[in-house]
């Protein structure tokens, strides 16, 4: 049963505290949305989870394995600005993860082919990144982090550089692929609109130190369609959270 | 270009080596393969990097006549585009033998180097000064309005030699400009472009040069001076040491020596070692009508190449010693017969008769 | 629409060598032979086997020294590049080899190792080894420590991102270093050449003397010759081993 407990997370920059005491679970199959102001710590934290960053204190435990500081093990992420490798053709940036777990050549182009499929880029598997648009780029960077089937999908900040129309695109496509595929989703965020229309349940984050100012079920079933973003609760509770970061700035 | 002919052998020798056993191998191979490929010693002798026509019986010595005296293969002549490399390297063991321009050997003797000369590579210069005669009429002018003389390098046998022929004729040498301009050939090119006013050169460019304008010689140095020493058979007092040295010595003499006589008895033979032997491609492929004059100057008028090197003779040397003193190339504290061994060239001689 | 700037070229050259034959015709060829009379001095001069026997030797024994430049150079720069230690070290001797020419090393270096092989791929390597270096350097520091973060991020330990992120965003680097690296090589092997009067560098001496500039230039053409084909061969190389950067530069 996949389950990610993540416990007393403390982590300082040159002594100015970024994260104090975080704790945070996710069950199986759950999207959870990190909402808060830009450089609030929420990308540290998505990072000390990844095991990129060391944290001062605190541990990760992912499906009852202590993954703290460690990177890989069960986790696949995707960059903000897709960061795919130049060199590699998007069919070999999606194979990616498999070559350097030591996957065959045969076996990971298969595979890596599936999610190129999925993310709606069948034709495009011998293009050069540069040759993709952003939008299409993040599609293969979502893949690549899907194609090592991870069980908890890190996202940070994955359609903030992206433009609105392809964003709301590529939000439903991400539903889409994570509805065939559910896994556990930390998505880092700082849309309002954004976070309720794609978690389960959203944490809302101070400004720094980060610590949560209030945690949130959307309460909405899935499918999800456009229109519940007209919804008046939908919009009630984008005021709510939005007040209450305009007022923790201002505190 | 004669080095060509003398290193064919080796060089494609190094390469077979090379394709077959990779760089490294080639550094200690090399020397072994020229062993094999060339019965006797081969001499590494340092010389000036273009031959002219003064020069090429001193190189028809080396490459024609030395392998021909039991013990010896054809020496590796190494051309040296820095005059004072050719002293340098005697004196750092590189080489054998130099055959060094006069000023530089001089020079690093009375700065206490361990230096010998052994013998002339040829006696007196067969340098003249050419001028646009459209537009220079004498040296006078030139120094009157400040003018440049364009020079291989300051300090050199060929400034002294200018330097003491202006002064020779109440000249002031401080109003002229000296500049440095690496080969005749560009001195040349210097003087045509009008950048300098005069250029020395050696007698059969002057000749060549003529053709192409109103270009005359204001000076002859020779006529100055009767003899002046140019350039020289030079090498360590530490090299002469050892006993097969002291004989390499003699057969280097007795080679140039009979090149020497061979140049002055018989233009056909001259006129076939210079085909082979200078630089200067025009110099090369040069006719009768050209080269019959230069080898008629060369050998009776400035006696380029005396058949026993007599001049070879410290009261000679001394003779040219106060204008060196006066370009500031010397002090003038040198000791001529510490410098110059003649036992050397005697035996050479000796032996030839 | 793709041959017109191929003939704005041709155009290009064409017009400078009308210019230059007018000029040479002018000054006359002991100053500045025309490309007519450089033409037939260059035809004269290949069917000449003296300089195909000069050339052949002057490169290869610029190769062993360019080679070893590659060899050495390569790793270094890497190395400078990826540890602060190491570049801490190398550096500042890095940049004051870098401004030393080959005209100025030449003598001391034929007075301590002579004028054989030794004295060419030293030369050779000295001078090509820190632009090598310097370039590398550069490349290596300047890998993007986001990619390098989307590697360790999938689990590549130090190896498998040295093998899959460092090598190939260095790989046109590489190649840029060795066609700059073989510019450079050239330039140091005829200049020591020209000191010692040996292969090439003597023929370029010896058609100094000449009157005429014609052989002369003759020489240098054909020398320019090399070079030009020489980087042409490795950027095609070049952009054969790294399609992607070859479509990425080529789009732009």
């Known amino acids: 049963m996949a389950h990610l407990n993540v416990s007393s997370i403390c982590k300082s920059f040159e002594n100015t505290p970024v994260l104090l005491d975080q704790s945070l679970e996710v069950q199986e199959g759950e999207f959870v949305a990190l909402l808060g102001p830009s450089g609030c710590g929420k990308s540290t934290l998505l990072q000390i989870i990844n095991g990129l960053v060391p944290a001062d204190r605190g541990t990760v435990v992912l499906d009852g394995k202590d993954i703290t500081g460690k990177t890989g093990a069960g986790r696949g992420m995707v960059f903000q600005g897709a960061d795919l490798f130049p060199w590699r053709t998007a069919l070999e940036n999606v194979a990616f993860g498999l070559e350097v777990m030591g996957v065959g050549k045969s076996e990971r182009l298969k595979q890596a082919s599936h999610y190129l499929n999925l993310v709606g880029l069948r034709g495009f598997e011998n293009a050069w990144p540069h040759q993709l648009s952003g939008g299409m780029q993040q599609r293969v960077g979502i893949a690549r982090a899907f194609c090592i089937r991870p069980s908890l999908l890190l996202m940070d900040e994955p359609f903030g550089a992206l433009d609105v129309q392809t964003r709301d695109v590529l939000q439903d496509e991400l539903v889409r692929i994570w509805e065939a595929e559910r896994k556990m989703v930390l998505f880092v965020t700082h849309g309002i609109e954004e976070a309720l229309y794609l978690a389960d349940r959203i944490l809302v984050f101070s400004k720094r130190p980060a610590h949560v100012l209030r945690e949130l079920v959307v309460p909405y079933e899935r499918p999800r369609h456009e229109s519940m973003k007209l919804d008046p609760l ?5 005021r709510e959270i939005s007040d209450l970061l305009r007022h923790d700035m201002n505190a | 270009m004669t080095m060509f002919e003398v290193m064919n052998r080796r060089s494609i020798l190094r390469a077979g080596v090379a394709a077959g056993a990779g760089g490294l191998s080639i550094i200690t191979l090399g020397p072994v393969s020229s062993s094999f490929a060339q019965a006797g010693r081969v001499l590494k002798v340092n010389t000036l990097a273009s031959a002219a026509a003064v020069n090429v019986p001193m190189q028809a010595g080396l490459k024609s006549e030395l392998a021909k005296i039991p013990g010896f293969a054809s020496p590796e002549v190494r051309p040296t585009q820095k005059i004072p490399q050719i002293v340098q390297e005697v004196i750092a063991g590189g080489a054998d033998l130099g055959d060094a321009d006069v000023a530089s050997t001089l020079a690093a003797a009375e700065a206490g180097a361990d230096l010998k000369i052994i013998g002339l590579s040829y006696s007196n210069t067969s ?9 220079t009429k004498s040296l006078e002018e030139v120094a009157a309005k400040g003018g440049t003389i364009a020079i291989n390098s300051i300090g050199d046998f060929m400034y002294v030699m200018l330097f003491g022929a202006l002064i020779k004729r109440g000249i002031d040498p401080k109003k002229v400009n000296f500049i440095e301009i690496g080969s005749s050939g560009d001195r040349a090119r210097a003087l045509i472009g009008g950048r300098v006013d005069a250029v020395p050169m050696h007698i059969e460019q002057a000749a060549e040069l003529t053709r192409r304008g109103n270009y005359q010689i204001l000076e002859r140095p020779w006529q100055e001076y009767g003899n002046w020493f140019s350039a020289v058979v030079i090498t360590s007092g530490k090299w002469l040491e050892r006993d097969e040295n002291k004989a390499a010595a003699v057969a280097t003499l007795k ?64 003779k040219i010693i106060p204008a060196y003193k006066e370009a500031g190339a010397l002090k003038g504290t040198i000791d001529l017969n510490k410098l110059i061994d003649r036992t050397y060239l005697e035996q050479a001689n000796k032996e030839l008769t | 629409m793709k041959s017109h700037p191929r003939l704005l070229n041709l155009l290009g050259i064409l017009l400078v060598l009308v210019l230059w034959q007018m000029a040479g015709q002018r000054l006359g060829d002991a100053l500045l032979a025309t490309p007519v009379q450089v033409g037939r001095a260059l035809v004269e001069t290949l069917s000449d086997g003296l300089v195909w026997a000069g050339l052949w030797r002057m490169m290869w024994q610029m190769m062993i020294g360019y080679l070893l430049a590659l060899g050495i150079g390569v790793p270094l720069g890497i190395a400078m590049g990826r540890i602060p230690s190491v570049d801490a070290v190398v550096k500042p001797w890095a940049s004051m080899f870098i401004v030393v020419s080959a005209a100025a090393i030449v ?29 590398i350097t550069e490349a290596a520091r300047s890998v993007s420590p986001r990619l390098l973060n989307v590697a360790h991020s999938f689990a590549a330990d130090d190896f498998k991102r040295f093998r899959y992120v460092i090598l190939p965003a260095l790989h046109p680097y590489l190649m840029i270093a060795a066609r700059v690296g073989f510019v450079h090589a050239l330039r140091a092997i005829v200049t020591a050449e020209m000191f010692i009067g040996a292969d090439y560098g003597g023929l370029l001496n010896n058609a100094g003397l000449d009157l005429s500039t014609a052989p002369l230039f003759a020489l240098i053409v054909i020398l320019m010759m090399v070079s030009i084909s020489a980087t042409k061969l490795m950027r095609w190389i070049a952009d054969y081993a790294a399609p992607w950067y070859a479509s990425r530069t080529r789009d732009r």
């Open chain 3, 107 to 135: 003598p001391l270096f034929i007075i301590l190792m002579g004028r054989g092989l030794l004295l060419s791929t030293s030369i050779v390597f000295v001078v090509t080894v820190w632009y090598v270096v310097i370039a």
């Open chain 2, 127 to 135: 340098q003249v000064v050419v001028v646009n005669a459209d537009k």
């Open chain 2, 255 to 318: 080679a140039i020596l009979t090149s020497f006589r061979k140049t002055n008895k018989d233009y056909g033979w001259y006129k076939d070692q210079l085909g082979k032997y200078a630089s200067s491609k025009e110099l090369r492929a040069a006719d009768d009508a050209f080269l019959k004059p230069v080898w008629e100057t060369l050998t009776t008028e400035i006696a380029a190449f005396p058949d026993h090197m007599q001049t070879m003779t410290p009261d000679e040397f001394a």
């Open chain 1, 234 to 238: 939908f919009l009630q509770l984008r």
